[in-house]
């Protein structure tokens, strides 16, 4: 029950506020969960997928902001870049014991949290857009991408921050571009892991009750009245408590 439950205010918190499904859920399933460190990616990842899908399902009767070849371009980095990081975290996790997993995980995890909290807070009033190609995209979502499978979460708050600071992109724009990148990214590190695993699915109690929460959530979060800008109050709250809940994770880990 207590998946169902966090699942469900992760989700509906994170899609409110524009940040991502699992934003908060990742570092919250690290805190409470007594399941491996592959199991937690399984979940996040399946978290993650699912309210994406109902996202990008949700935003198909509305005009794209992007144009369809970036938008290709997304996909495919995104994607190349999920298997890469799915990849690259089966290969950390068997070379590296738990709690050592643990701390560095969500030492990356909290620093990927905490330069968008920083950007949006201050930079952003300083700092001035570089406005490049959109050509770069490809290479973004690549490491993005990346960075979201090898984490098991969206990474949404790393690609807004990149897409405001390197293409000077409208809301809208970077919030498609985070979507497309958290969604192709998740599919790619799914796929990976699913023939790693011989197509076995881990953990399938937690999942019963872990993504009802997150389709729930989300469904939540699509009403207009829950719908807010990417960078207002309940969005600093989200990065704020996310990077909290990584700190402790890391403290604990040492301990």
Same mark, same amino acid.
């Given at each position: ?38 199991? *937690? ?53 068997? *070379? ?94 799914? *796929? ?64």
């Amino acid at each position: 029950m207590i998946y169902l439950i966090l699942s469900a205010a992760s989700a509906f918190f994170g899609m409110a506020s524009g940040l991502g499904p699992t934003t908060l859920l990742r570092p919250l399933l690290d805190a409470v969960s007594p399941l491996s460190p592959s199991s *937690v990616a399984m979940l996040a990842t399946m978290a993650t997928l699912c309210a994406a899908l109902l996202s990008a399902f949700f935003a198909l009767g509305e005009p794209l902001p992007l144009h369809p070849d970036e938008l290709i371009l997304l996909a495919a980095g995104a994607v190349i870049g999920g298997v890469l990081g799915d990849l690259a975290a089966a290969r950390f996790m068997r *070379v590296i014991d738990e709690s050592a997993v643990l701390l560095l995980q969500n030492a990356l995890l909290a620093t990927i949290i905490a330069l968008p909290s920083v950007y949006f807070a201050t930079l952003a009033r300083t700092v001035r857009p570089l406005a490049l190609s959109r050509l770069f995209s490809f290479p973004v979502a690549l490491g993005t991408g990346l960075i979201a499978s090898f984490l098991a979460f969206g990474a949404e708050p790393l690609s807004l921050m990149l897409y405001f600071l390197l293409f000077d992109a409208e809301n809208e724009e970077s919030s498609v571009a985070a979507l497309t990148i958290a969604l192709c990214s998740m599919s790619g590190k799914l *796929v990976t892991m699913l023939i790693r695993q011989r197509f076995a699915l881990p953990e399938a109690s937690t999942l019963i009750w872990l993504l009802p929460g997150a389709l729930l959530g989300a469904l939540l979060a699509m009403a207009p009245a829950a719908r807010r800008g990417a960078l207002g109050k309940s969005g600093d709250a989200v990065l704020r408590l996310s990077l909290f809940t990584s700190l402790i994770n890391i403290a604990a880990a040492i301990l």
